[in-house]
């Protein structure tokens, strides 16, 4: 039997023990409300911030990849082009570098006719687009590519193959009435550098002033004049490269 004021102390102890812990849940429940406060307020001011900066961010990690690699590989999706050369004149402001350039300056994709099935004398097929224009209106390069002859021929009159650097591509321009200045052989002609002027050289008949385009796919690039012809009118159209 333990005596009476060992009780009344051991009772005073444990109401004192009942009021503490009670006023330590108020606090810690208090301390927990303004925990989740706090993490709400928290999370709340991150995901304005991340919203705000969202935009600007991942641009400037993108763009230096595009950047990187445009010479080297040809451009990626032609389909978002199409719509857009064809109210845009030509060669000064058709913004792709790898694309076909209309060899003719001044003449837009909407005024080409395909003019590749064509039939001429002999029987032979056209396997070309012609596309006329003024006497004297410069004649572009249409792509870059290596000058590899200036040819006097009795049907394409005066006439230039030019090799792509992919060495199996030819461009070969023909009726011009002249050359640019100072061209010759092995010059490596940039796309959209004039190098000679629309005539009716040739075959073309006389008055008939147009440049006679054709693209051929050669196996052997010593063998410019020996490949086969593709239509050059899609390639126009579209601005694509072969
Ligand atoms: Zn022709």
Same mark, same amino acid.
């Given at each position: 039997?333990?005596?009476?004021?060992?009780?009344?102390?051991?009772?005073?102890?444990?109401?004192?023990?009942?009021?503490?812990?009670?006023?330590?849940?108020?606090?810690?429940?208090?301390?927990?409300?303004?925990?989740?406060?706090?993490?709400?307020?928290?999370?709340?001011?991150?995901?304005?911030?991340?919203?705000?900066?969202?935009?600007?961010?991942?641009?400037?990690?993108?763009?230096?990849?595009?950047?990187?690699?445009?010479?080297?590989? $040809?451009?990626? &999706?032609? +389909?978002?082009?199409?719509?857009?050369? /064809?109210? @845009?004149? *030509?060669?000064?402001?058709?913004?792709?570098?790898?694309?076909?350039?209309?060899?003719?300056?001044?003449?837009?994709?909407?005024?080409?006719?395909?003019?590749?099935?064509?039939?001429?004398?002999?029987?032979?097929?056209?396997?070309?687009?012609?596309?006329?224009?003024?006497?004297?209106? $410069?004649?572009? &390069?249409? +792509?870059?590519?290596?000058?590899?002859? /200036?040819? @006097?021929? *009795?049907?394409?009159?005066?006439?230039?193959?030019?090799?792509?650097?992919?060495?199996?591509?030819?461009?070969?321009?023909?009726?011009?009435?002249?050359?640019?200045?100072?061209?010759?052989?092995?010059?490596?002609?940039?796309?959209?550098?004039?190098?000679?002027?629309?005539?009716?050289?040739?075959?073309?008949?006389?008055?008939?002033?147009?440049?006679?385009?054709?693209?051929?796919?050669?196996?052997?690039?010593?063998?410019?004049?020996?490949?086969?012809?593709?239509?050059?009118?899609?390639?126009?159209?579209?601005?694509?490269?072969?």
């Amino acid at each position: 039997m333990l005596p009476r004021s060992t009780l009344a102390r051991a009772q005073k102890h444990l109401m004192a023990f009942n009021l503490s812990t009670r006023a330590q849940t108020r606090l810690i429940r208090t301390a927990l409300l303004a925990l989740v406060c706090f993490v709400a307020a928290f999370v709340w001011l991150n995901v304005r911030r991340n919203s705000g900066n969202d935009a600007p961010l991942p641009t400037p990690i993108a763009s230096p990849s595009v950047y990187a690699t445009p010479l080297a590989s $040809p451009p990626p &999706a032609p +389909a978002a082009q199409s719509s857009t050369p /064809l109210n @845009q004149p *030509a060669p000064a402001s058709s913004g792709n570098e790898t694309s076909l350039l209309i060899p003719v300056a001044g003449v837009r994709p909407d005024q080409l006719q395909d003019t590749y099935t064509d039939a001429r004398s002999e029987g032979r097929v056209h396997d070309a687009i012609d596309i006329p224009a003024a006497r004297n209106t $410069p004649v572009l &390069a249409c +792509a870059d590519g290596t000058i590899v002859k /200036l040819f @006097q021929s *009795a049907r394409g009159g005066t006439t230039i193959y030019q090799l792509d650097p992919d060495n199996k591509t030819v461009y070969y321009y023909a009726h011009l009435d002249h050359y640019a200045d100072g061209l010759t052989e092995n010059h490596f002609a940039r796309r959209g550098e004039v190098i000679g002027y629309v005539g009716d050289t040739g075959n073309a008949g006389a008055g008939n002033y147009h440049l006679h385009f054709s693209i051929s796919i050669v196996s052997d690039p010593k063998h410019f004049y020996d490949g086969t012809n593709i239509d050059p009118y899609p390639l126009l159209r579209r601005g694509n490269t072969p």
